[in-house]
């Protein structure tokens, strides 16, 4: 995978520099630019921004320096497919903002398919919309939130995109297993995990884990994971497939208030508080 950056402080980058996906990058598993956007500017100042048209607060990211950075990061991934004779796949331009569709894991496992992503960060109060339009030319332009709070920039939305994304690729992480077996990628937050001493300052590990008994241990661990997602995120059982729970499942999701209706999770009637 190719993936370049255009930031007005691409020394925010720098950490990607490092651990997993520094290495993902020595082993020539992913091939990663930083381009300063302010190289594409052409007054003396080096001016990114204006005033917005309107009014209000803050400023605007100018169209120019924009288009000619993307300009020239797709007439290279353009060129280099036709090198290669092949027709060319739009590149993925993922433009941070809150005003973006929600990053998730599959949001992360399908930009993980693809052959170029470039990541457009913004900063003020965004970027001129005309440059997000005219880029559809060029790009399969994706505005991607990650989350619902306001940053100053789009560079730290970057690092943990590429960070979810990069490792995601095939020869990344060491052991594939450790990809399946954590939170989200079930649609489920992840059991609670232990490791020794078994008693520590009171408080003693769970005996089933010690139990050597692996049926029991696995049941245990699914019935944690459902514990936990309803207490913590029950938003996410709305979009949990019931249709293959155990009776044992079943049940222990009806402790915690779920019955299972046409496969999905049914938040059971409050009987109200006979109190
Ligand atoms: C803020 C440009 N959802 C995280 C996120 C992503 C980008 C931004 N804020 C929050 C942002 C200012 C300018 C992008």
Request: hydrophobic share 40%.
């Amino acid at each position: 995978m190719r993936i370049d950056v255009v930031s007005i402080f691409p020394e925010y980058l720098a950490p990607l520099e490092l651990s997993l996906i520094g290495k993902a990058r020595q082993d020539g598993l992913l091939e990663l630019n930083v381009h300063d956007l302010r190289t594409f500017t052409t007054d003396k100042h080096r001016t990114v921004d204006d005033t917005p048209y309107g009014g209000g607060a803050g400023m605007v990211m100018k169209p120019e320096p924009w288009a000619q950075a993307l300009e020239s990061i797709a007439g290279n991934a353009a060129v280099g497919a036709a090198s290669q004779g092949v027709p060319a796949k739009k590149p993925v331009l993922i433009v941070p903002s809150p005003a973006g569709e929600r990053f998730n894991q599959a949001l992360a496992y399908e930009l993980a398919e693809e052959e170029q992503l470039v990541f457009a960060c913004g900063r003020y109060e965004g970027i001129d919309e005309r440059v997000i339009e005219w880029a559809a030319e060029h790009f399969a332009v994706r505005p991607i939130s990650l989350g619902d709070y306001v940053l100053n920039g789009g560079e730290v939305a970057v690092l943990a995109m590429v960070e979810a994304i990069g490792r995601l690729l095939p020869g990344v992480v060491g052991n594939p297993e450790s990809l399946v077996e954590e939170s989200h990628s079930d649609g489920l937050l992840e059991y609670p995990v232990y490791t020794k001493p078994s008693s520590w300052r009171d408080r003693e590990v769970p005996a089933v884990l010690l139990s050597g008994n692996h049926g029991k241990i696995a049941q245990w661990r699914r019935h944690e994971q459902y514990r936990r997602t309803a207490e913590r995120r029950p938003d996410l059982l709305a979009e949990f497939d019931a249709g293959g729970l155990t009776r044992a499942d079943r049940a222990a999701f009806g402790e915690l208030g779920y019955d299972v209706v046409d496969r999905q999770l049914r938040r059971r009637p409050d009987s109200g508080d006979p109190a």
